[in-house]
């Protein structure tokens, strides 16, 4: 008897999502139990690691080995378990503050040494769990947050700039309101080798009430159907970057990092020495 | 029946239901997290209709050969299919009368986008099915206008919560 492929639905755990009503990471979930059917990988063959954040809950609602890891450390735990099992296919998830706050020098250095794995960040521009607080992609004139009155009054981090700079294999940008086109641009950066960066705009309906509108304000790059293959050219093309245009922006061809070290100590042995 | 625009059509109207009922579903398991039982229901009630078109849709298809086609392979005019329920139209205060209006945005969508490739149809027994599933479609739309008319609207300041779970810092 031939097996039936997994649909998207096969690849959702029991755990249902405790996100508020309206949030844009139910899509970004949707998108990516779409784009796990679509590669359909054996869910042993998976492993969904996070920070900490709303966004980094994703794990939970995935079926496939997941760790909800520290603060900021996505990145850290993600490159140890692809150096480790270069058999898996690592995803790692986290939230603009996790990833490029507290997570921030893993970023770069993620994005420099180029692990085969995928690296998807929610961005809304505030930390939600923590209840509305200014984050690094937070514009200076934001003035919501009673810890930042007159707005955070400093540059944004842009991430695409800085994942290019860093040295990031694939740079891509997507919208949690179109889980289609994101699910298929995961797909792409899950199939391209080394360290692939794909930002995500996600919309906080809670504390950013007002990011409900960017479906409104979302588009298709202008250079979405030729995707640059060199860093100055792509870096062209975000000069005149909104903030808001999705796409490809650059795929390129360094190589990848794979020490081909076997392991060398056997399990047993570590658990024999943190056991003494 | 044959052709690859029947089989097209026939792909993209199963499509349209499954993802509005998983949609639903989705909705429904959110609105039980959120402690709104009553709207939970209503979802849950919402994507058992669509599984119930997208199975009738299924009978019409036997015999026809329907394409696998990938989510972003669709052919919306928006980048989710018409009768999927937007996720930023909802919020945890919702009442029965929000979750009937978002059903009715979508039945509505769902009957545009069916005129609409009855219009465009170049095979024939494309437009008759696409005729066929506007009218049903438009039949849903005056089913839920008369449904929204037995609830009471909800007063302006529904989404006022006294006890918010999310107060700012």
């Not at chain 1, 140890?80 to 706050?101: E, I, M, Q």
Request: hydrophobic share 40%; proline share 7%; glycine share 8%.
């Amino acid at each position: 008897m031939t097996a039936q492929p997994l649909t998207a639905k096969d690849y959702k755990s029991d755990t249902k999502p405790i996100w508020c009503p309206g949030c844009g990471d139910y899509s970004v979930l949707a998108a990516v139990t779409k784009a796990l059917a679509e590669l359909q990988l054996p869910k042993e063959k998976v492993a969904v690691v996070s920070g900490i954040g709303c966004s980094s809950r994703i794990p939970a609602y995935v079926a496939a080995y997941g760790f909800h890891g520290v603060h900021g450390r996505a990145l850290a735990v993600a490159s140890g378990v692809k150096l480790a099992r270069p058999d898996l296919t690592v995803w790692a998830f986290g939230g603009d503050g996790d990833g490029l706050s507290i997570g921030g020098n893993h970023f770069l250095h993620s994005c420099r040494r180029n692990v085969d794995m995928t690296y998807v960040l929610m961005d809304n521009q505030v930390y939600g769990m923590t209840k509305g607080q200014a984050s690094p992609t937070t514009e200076p004139d934001w003035c919501e947050s009673k810890l930042t009155p007159k707005g955070p009054q400093v540059t944004p981090i842009r991430p695409l700039h800085l994942a290019l700079a860093c040295g990031a294999n694939f740079v891509a940008r997507g919208f949690s309101g179109d889980p289609n086109g994101l699910a298929k641009m995961i797909v792409e950066a899950s199939k391209h080798p080394g360290f692939s960066f794909v930002q995500v705009l996600s919309p906080c309906v809670t504390f950013r009430a007002e990011q409900r509108n960017w479906k409104q304000l979302v588009h298709e790059s202008e250079d979405a159907e030729e995707v640059a293959s060199d860093v100055p050219e792509a870096m062209r093309r975000l000069a005149a970057d909104d903030g808001f245009a999705t796409g490809i922006l650059y795929a390129g061809d360094r190589p990848v990092y794979q020490p081909m070290h076997p392991a060398v100590t056997e399990l047993a042995a570590i658990e024999r020495r943190f056991a003494s | 029946m044959s052709g690859d625009e029947v089989g097209s059509f026939l792909a993209h109207a199963i499509a349209l239901e499954d993802e509005a009922a998983e949609r639903y579903s989705d909705l429904a398991d959110t609105m039980d997290t959120h402690n709104n039982g009553e709207v939970a229901a209503l979802f849950r009630q919402m994507a058992e209709f669509s599984r119930r078109h997208a199975d009738s849709v299924r009978e019409r298809a036997v015999g026809v050969e329907v394409p696998e086609r990938k989510p972003w392979e669709l052919m919306w005019s928006e980048p989710e299919g018409p009768e999927t329920a937007p996720v930023e139209r909802t919020h945890y205060l919702m009442t029965p009368y929000h979750c009937l209006q978002l059903a009715l945005h979508n039945e509505r969508r769902g009957h545009a986008y069916y005129a609409d490739q009855a219009a465009k149809a170049g095979d024939a027994d494309v437009r008759r099915m696409a005729e066929e599933m506007a009218a049903e479609e438009a039949e849903h739309v005056r089913l839920l206008e008369e449904w929204v008319k037995t609830i009471p609207e909800p007063e302006p300041d529904w989404d006022q919560d006294l006890d918010p779970p999310t107060t700012g810092d």
